[in-house]
């Protein structure tokens, strides 16, 4: 009989047992049930600041993107604008030893320069309307080398011409500020 009432007793504490995991069971479910649904808020939540953050991001490289471009549409036209305003330096380097033969037969005595005169005047007024300067009035100015190039130095006339440019032998020019061609120079030492 005992062994009866330890079975009677064991299926009632299975069956107890068995009602409690039901209940925890129950209870879990539930828990879990209230979890999801916290869970579905916090999902809505933390994708429409995922959403928020990625707008921010795409915004952010809109405007980087738009200002690479402006700058990049500012640097092309300044480089066109060089490029337009020099275009024309190979040309004019060609004609300068043109210029300089007639300014070397204007020295000569005796010749009909009337005629070379005009053609002379004429075409430095082309060049000069396109940009080009000569280096005028050198002799007595002080040498810099980003301008002039320095053929020989000679013992200085006189105490002031001392490291300053003595004598022009070819004539410089400028076009739009920059150095076509450098003037050869004699310093005085």
């Given at each position: 009989?005992?062994d009866k009432v330890n079975e009677e007793k064991e299926?009632?504490?299975?069956?107890?047992?068995?009602?409690?995991?039901?209940?925890?069971?129950?209870?879990?479910?539930?828990?879990?049930?209230?979890?999801?649904?916290?869970?579905?808020?916090?999902?809505?939540?933390?994708?429409?600041?995922?959403?928020?953050?990625?707008?921010?991001?795409?915004?952010?490289?809109?405007?980087?993107?738009?200002?690479?471009?402006?700058?990049?549409?500012?640097?092309?036209?300044?480089?066109?604008?060089?490029?337009?305003?020099?275009?024309?330096?190979?040309?004019?380097?060609?004609?300068?030893?043109?210029?300089?033969?007639?300014?070397?037969?204007?020295?000569?005595?005796?010749?009909?320069?009337?005629?070379?005169?005009?053609?002379?005047?004429?075409?430095?007024?082309?060049?000069?309307?396109?940009?080009?300067?000569?280096?005028?009035?050198?002799?007595?100015?002080?040498?810099?080398?980003?301008?002039?190039?320095?053929?020989?130095?000679?013992?200085?006339?006189?105490?002031?011409?001392?490291?300053?440019?003595?004598?022009?032998?070819?004539?410089?020019?400028?076009?739009?500020?920059?150095?076509?061609?450098?003037?050869?120079?004699?310093?005085?030492?």
């Amino acid at each position: 009989m005992t062994d009866k009432v330890n079975e009677e007793k064991e299926q009632g504490l299975d069956q107890t047992d068995s009602v409690e995991n039901l209940k925890n069971e129950d209870d879990l479910n539930k828990e879990s049930q209230g979890e999801v649904k916290d869970e579905e808020v916090e999902g809505v939540e933390t994708a429409s600041d995922s959403l928020a953050k990625e707008n921010l991001e795409l915004k952010d490289k809109y405007v980087r993107l738009y200002s690479e471009f402006d700058n990049f549409r500012r640097r092309t036209a300044k480089e066109k604008l060089e490029m337009i305003s020099t275009a024309s330096m190979s040309l004019i380097q060609e004609i300068l030893p043109v210029l300089d033969d007639f300014e070397r037969s204007f020295k000569i005595e005796g010749n009909d320069q009337e005629g070379s005169l005009l053609i002379y005047n004429k075409l430095s007024k082309t060049l000069s309307s396109r940009g080009l300067e000569p280096m005028d009035d050198l002799v007595g100015k002080k040498f810099d080398a980003e301008y002039h190039e320095a053929i020989t130095q000679i013992p200085a006339p006189s105490d002031d011409l001392k490291g300053k440019i003595v004598d022009v032998v070819e004539k410089g020019y400028m076009l739009s500020g920059k150095v076509v061609r450098f003037a050869k120079v004699v310093i005085g030492n």
